[in-house]
């Protein structure tokens, strides 16, 4: 009897540590709380203009530099650092793009991005006034892939990636196009590169990361959308809906028990926004359930976690804000023209569920306006509204069933010694 009842107090303090807190956003409009994250994510930049990197503060991390532009601007705010950060990055685009002697696709595309987001000219960029559109196009491959770099790991990303960009600036490329639809597995998805297309693609594998997988696909859907190849990324859109996981949200690898992380739900979110011109309102809240809310240290308030820590701490990843913030804004991608207000907004200062929009002008081609002095708020869509006390998944599950649950062992555990006392007494 003494083990049963040891077992059960354990069991029980195991479980009711085990539980995470539950997350909350800043608000519970997911515009204002894009923005908060927007403002986070503006707190990082230095002096200097860049965002450093986590490990050496010293030195830039210039692929989150550049795609904090399209997030700052996707939620409106920030117009100041949006500047710095042209600024800085003009001036280091070979260290950024030629890093490893030759050009990377994928730097080049995010450097578009960032430049047409922030209202910069792609073909004249920087001081040294680097034509970025014909540097990408100049890579591409007789086979239509882009960059002479091995496909093995990023082939299909990097892929979409380039083609979202290009239509960005205005460039169709049909043989860009030809390639990616080509990658395409019979479900719709994407491995990240396959070398022999005749081959079906093998089924997600966790311990060798094998499969398909939710970035390379969301990437795939958003450049094919782009370029006007709409029934492959219809077919993608379908595919990644598929694997949702219970949380609602989305893991690396295209299968539906992976848990949630900020960086693959917030891809997989733009996918989704673009194609079906709608936001998604699950996916946004298993997104928000990584936010830090308004009881968290005041230096980490609005900013994204990757995934929970230990004992569900959530801890800013400049990366997962800035590949998240577009998807709370709910704006659909590449964003072509935005209105970018100078100010930052105070993390937590506002506690309105009612979106507000004043002086409205577009963000993005496909209707998607954002207010200069309020908050973004899609034209073609209904705002997402997620009430601040409500439970948001973390991780794909509840922690109330095993809070419960702990709950129920500790009652009983306290019951077994409550009458092993009496009847010892």
């Known amino acids: 009897m003494k083990r049963v009842v040891t077992f059960l107090l354990a069991a029980g303090l195991v479980f009711a540590v085990a539980a995470p807190a539950i997350a909350e956003p800043p608000s519970s409009d997911p515009t204002i709380d894009a923005r908060d994250a927007a403002a986070w994510l503006a707190s990082q930049v230095n002096a200097s203009g860049f965002i450093p990197q986590a490990a050496n503060p010293a030195n830039p991390n210039l692929s989150v530099s550049a795609q904090a532009v399209p997030a700052l601007a996707a939620a409106g705010v920030g117009g100041t650092k949006v500047a710095a950060l042209l600024g800085y990055l003009g001036t280091h685009v070979?260290?950024?793009?030629?890093?490893?002697g030759t050009d990377d696709p994928g730097a080049l595309a995010y450097l578009v991005l960032a430049a047409v987001a922030g209202g910069d000219d792609p073909t004249s960029f920087g001081p040294a006034h680097a034509d970025l559109v014909t540097r990408l196009v100049a890579g591409q491959q007789p086979?239509?892939?882009?960059?002479?770099?091995?496909?093995?790991?990023d082939g299909a990303f990097r892929q979409g990636l380039a083609l979202l960009a290009l239509h960005a600036a205005g460039v169709a490329n049909a043989s860009g196009v030809t390639w990616l639809e080509?990658?395409?597995?019979?479900?719709g998805s994407w491995t990240a590169f396959r070398a022999d297309t005749t081959v079906p693609c093998p089924a997600v594998d966790p311990n060798t990361f094998a499969g398909p997988d939710t970035n390379s696909t969301a990437l795939a859907v958003l450049g094919l959308h782009a370029q006007g190849a709409t029934a492959p990324a219809s077919a993608g859109v379908s595919a990644l809906d598929a694997v949702r996981n219970g949380g609602g949200g989305w893991g690396y690898l295209a299968r539906n028990d992976q848990p949630t992380d900020a960086n693959s739900t917030g891809l997989v979110l733009e996918a989704l926004r673009t194609v079906n011109g709608v936001a998604d309102a699950q996916g946004i809240n298993a997104l928000l359930a990584l936010q830090v809310g308004c009881d968290g240290a005041g230096a980490d308030r609005g900013g994204i976690a990757f995934q929970p820590g230990p004992g569900g701490k959530l801890a800013p990843d400049g990366l997962a804000t800035a590949q998240a913030t577009p998807a709370l804004a709910e704006v659909a991608l590449p964003i072509t023209s935005a209105d970018i207000s100078a100010d930052v907004p105070t993390v937590c200062a506002s506690t309105s569920t009612t979106t507000v929009s004043t002086t409205s002008s577009t963000v993005a081609a496909t209707g998607t306006t954002v207010a200069s002095t309020g908050s973004s708020v899609p034209a073609s869509t209904t705002t997402v509204a997620v009430a601040a006390s409500a439970q948001l998944p973390r991780t794909g599950t509840s922690s109330a069933p095993i809070a419960i649950f702990a709950a129920c062992l500790l009652a009983v555990g306290i019951v077994f010694v409550a009458g092993t006392r009496r009847r010892r007494a």
Do not use: I, R
Not at 94 to 100: I, K, N
């Open 94 to 100: 070979d260290e950024f793009v030629a890093g490893s």
């Open 143 to 153: 086979d239509g892939l882009f960059g002479s770099g091995d496909p093995t790991f």
């Open 182 to 187: 080509g990658q395409q597995c019979a479900d």
